[in-house]
């Protein structure tokens, strides 16, 4: 069998959706803090279980008979190490015989702060000798694509990146590399990191400008402007300061890769930017220009 944890988030989500297409419902299990809000997946023929990172004695129960596990990690930044931690050690109790971790892109070497948890979560994965692949996710497209009506409406995409290139993908992009790794052969011991075709901030105004039919221009600020625009629009302080780090490393040139990774993993070329704007806009009610 073959668990996912965090199976009702976005990503966890798509993951379901993408391992349906290569196995039986049967053969999955859904891992989420509260079953009872997850009929939907109990209606797509899968277990659901409760497996909270938050209670560890849920997990050995979740992971009871659990061949592969997809170990999404959690969101709250701060809290993932020990979250973490019960995860890799209910995964050893159990026997799983591999874990498939969701990283961020060269976690290994990465400056970004976002990198911090993951890298000490690579540590304690190596330390506890349960067979495990990386998935070192880049940034999704949806980071940027699912926020543009502040843009459209103001004209304006603020960031504190210059120039530099995020090597984005589609969030089902990482799912469907996932699925794939978890119903494939030999990825254990392996580290992929999964980035899409490269774009500026300047690129992704320009876009959202071509489609939208009206001037979007990309904002360059100083550090700590953007962080007080951030914080203006009602974004907690920690999470601007992590937003402000993220667009220091991608200016650092962390968020960019051209291993090919993704698309050797997909089988296809990852999903254009172009898409996911006009994807984005047509969820505004906006009709995006061919």
């Known amino acids: 069998m073959i668990a996912i944890t965090a199976a009702s988030g976005k990503l966890g989500h ?3 959706e993408a391992l349906l297409k290569r196995v039986p419902a049967a053969t999955l299990v859904a891992l989420v803090r509260h079953p009872a809000r ?16 938050d209670r560890p004695a849920t997990l050995d129960t979740a992971l009871a008979g659990v061949e592969k596990l997809l170990f999404i990690s959690g969101s709250e930044v701060g809290r993932r190490v020990p979250q973490h931690q019960a995860v ?8 799983v015989g591999l874990v498939a971790y969701t990283s961020i892109l060269h976690a290994d070497t990465s400056g970004v702060m976002l990198a911090v948890e993951h890298r000490e979560t690579e540590a304690m994965l190596r330390a506890s000798g349960v067979p495990h692949v990386l998935l070192r996710n880049g940034w999704y497209l949806e980071n940027y694509t699912e926020h543009l009506g502040p843009a459209l409406a103001h004209g304006a995409i603020a960031g504190a990146a210059r120039d530099g290139r995020i090597a984005g993908a589609a969030r089902a992009d990482y799912a469907e590399a ?5 119903t494939g052969e030999g990825h254990e011991g392996r580290a992929y990191e999964l980035a899409g075709t490269p774009f500026t901030m300047a690129d992704l105004a320009a876009e959202v400008s071509r489609q939208a039919g009206k001037p979007v221009a990309y904002r360059d600020l100083p550090p700590a402007d953007y962080r007080a625009v951030l914080v203006g629009a009602g974004i907690p302080g920690p999470y601007a300061d992590a937003l402000v780090d993220a667009d220091l490393g991608v200016a650092r040139g962390e968020l960019d ?3 090919g990774d993704l698309e050797r993993l997909i089988g296809r070329p990852s999903t254009p930017l172009a898409t996911a704007v006009a994807a984005a806009l047509a969820a505004l009610g906006a009709r995006p220009r061919a």
């Open 257 to 259: 890769d051209a291993s």
């Open 14 to 16: 798509q993951a379901v």
């Open 88 to 95: 890799v050690d209910a995964a050893r109790r159990a026997g």
């Open 178 to 182: 996932a699925a794939a790794v978890l």
């Open 38 to 53: 997850a009929a939907d997946l109990a209606a797509l023929g899968l277990q659901v279980r409760e497996g909270d990172y």
